[in-house]
């Protein structure tokens, strides 16, 4: 049973910073892609940022570029989002997600739809 957990969410202030750490059970992720997504109240789920396999070249929504990393520990199984200079317009729930079908190739790494497995979210807010 694949499990993704979520944690390092909370209340900060413009400008701070966080992170964000997913754990992942059940499988081997080191080959697959794994991701980022947020979801702001009202809106659809966007993808923020991702790679395809542990050693990609990460992908990131251009409005994050510069301010959020992403990463990855194969030995501990778990992807990690550090978040700085967070803005009010970051505010959302943040999701890890994965994909067990594909690996390196994959090219659809920003459409939610495409991921199987997802963790149950940590909310961030980010006051002004």
């Known amino acids: 049973q694949v499990q993704l957990v979520e944690s390092g969410g909370g209340l900060v202030q413009a400008g701070d910073s966080l992170r964000l750490s997913c754990i992942a059970s059940g499988r081997t992720f080191s080959d697959n892609p794994m991701a980022w997504f947020r979801q702001a109240p009202g809106k659809d789920r966007e993808f923020v940022a991702g790679?395809?396999?542990?050693?990609?070249?990460?992908h990131y929504l251009d409005s994050v570029k510069g301010r959020f990393t992403f990463s990855r520990d194969n030995d501990k199984n778990t992807v990690t989002l550090q978040m700085n200079s967070l803005k009010p317009e970051d505010t959302g729930v943040y999701y890890c997600?994965?994909?067990?079908?594909?690996?390196?190739?994959?090219?659809?790494?920003?459409?939610?739809?495409?991921?199987?497995?997802w963790g149950q979210g940590t909310q961030v807010t980010v006051s002004s």
């Open positions: 997600a994965n994909n067990t079908l594909w690996g390196r190739s994959f090219s659809d790494y920003d459409n939610s739809r495409r991921y199987d497995y």
């Open positions: 790679n395809t396999w542990s050693l990609g070249q990460p």
